[in-house]
């Protein structure tokens, strides 16, 4: 028989007991971790209605003006423009005061939704105006944040003073285009790219009445790139253009935002905008941020580098950056607006 020290055996013990006591610790984490996601999507799940898919009123009590031209909750605001009270469907003031009413309520279920989603949370209302027809059309929908720009101790800074929203009554009643274009008031106040904003555009509309928008099946098989070998997002000017491209790339966007959800958890994106307002730096850009800060909070919030998967979709100018990188590019644009300003 071989001897054995009591020594080794009480040793052993000791590094294996903490070793399986971690292991217990983690499995539970994960468990917990899952568990809790879960919970989290079918309170969102049941934030819709289940007959129609579509976001469940709030109850939010609006206050609307005797004439019902004018109506303001919590985080809106919406009137009636002057060509749209003489149309049939408005003529009266108890139809007018219906729909403010049920309009706002909607609203607000959308901005918490959106909270849940993203964790926007504007520090100035939206305002929202109806027209029956606006810039001549009745076919388009237009989201307009307003700012202020300067030169505060020595550094570019754009502060957010008002969102405005003109819809033709026609394109409102489009629940899609509704529900696109309010989620337009919330991203447009960060300056991300133009795909991140329309993917998470149609990520909401998708949550608000699902069925209405399809994923593409692979990222990597549906991607088109363009003559330079860029993938044709980064080309994107927005819904305003009228390209053969349009509908493909509203729906890879789509695809895109909606598998870094999936992969990486329903709060992601939240903790990635939490971010960007802790630093603060999308304030002092001139224009719209670069994808590669965007990758770069992405990486920070899902714990990996995320440059490889973006660059296997053909983002040919993401690169890596750090917190310094960004610091000093932003610092040389300061430079050149400084300069411009002279």
């Known amino acids: 028989m071989k001897f054995r020290s009591p020594l080794r055996l009480v040793v052993t013990f000791r590094w294996v007991l903490p070793t399986l006591l971690v292991g217990v610790l983690v499995f539970n984490s994960c468990t917990a971790l899952k568990e809790a ?16 898919l579509m976001l469940e009123s709030s109850d939010v009590e609006p206050d609307i003006t005797p004439d019902a ?11 009636f423009a002057e060509d749209l009270p003489g149309m049939p469907a408005f003529d009266e003031v108890h139809e007018r005061e219906e729909f403010i009413d049920s309009a706002l309520r909607y609203m607000e279920s959308l901005y ?16 929202v105006t109806l027209h029956d027809t606006y810039r001549g059309s009745r076919l388009g929908a237009f989201t307009t944040t307003q700012y202020r720009f300067g030169i505060q101790n020595g550094r570019y800074v754009k502060s957010i003073t008002g ?16 529900v696109h274009e309010l989620t337009h008031a919330f991203t447009n106040i960060y300056y991300i790219p133009v795909w991140f904003s329309e993917g998470i555009a149609v990520l909401m509309s998708e949550y608000a009445q699902g069925g209405s928008h399809r994923k593409f099946d692979s990222l990597k098989a549906d991607v088109r790139i363009d003559l330079n070998g860029e993938n044709e997002l980064e080309n994107w000017t927005g819904h305003t253009e009228n390209s053969p491209l349009t509908q493909w790339r509203y729906r890879y966007a789509y ?38 800060i965007l990758v770069y909070y992405f990486s920070q919030v899902a714990g990996e580098d995320l440059v ?3 660059r296997k979709l053909h983002f040919i100018k993401v690169r890596r950056l750090t917190k310094a990188d960004i610091v000093e590019y932003i610092e040389t644009l300061n430079a050149q607006i400084q300069r411009r300003r002279e």
Do not use: C
Not at 69 to 79: A, M, N, P, V
Not at 116 to 127: R, V
């Open 163 to 178: 969102i405005q929203m003109d819809f033709p009554m026609q394109m409102y009643e489009k629940h899609g285009v509704r």
């Open 255 to 292: 695809t895109l935002v909606a598998e870094l959800w999936e992969r990486y958890g329903n709060d992601f994106y939240i903790k990635v905008f939490e971010l960007m307002e802790a630093d603060g730096l999308h304030q002092q850009l001139e224009s719209l941020m670069p994808t590669s």
């Open 308 to 310: 490889p998967f973006f």
């Open 69 to 79: 031209l004018f109506g303001e909750s919590d985080h809106y605001t919406l009137k």
């Open 37 to 52: 996601q879960e919970r989290r999507e079918k309170r969102l799940l049941e934030k819709r209605n289940a007959s129609s």
């Open 112 to 127: 918490e939704a959106m909270r849940e989603h993203f964790g926007f949370h504007p520090e100035h209302k939206i305002h």
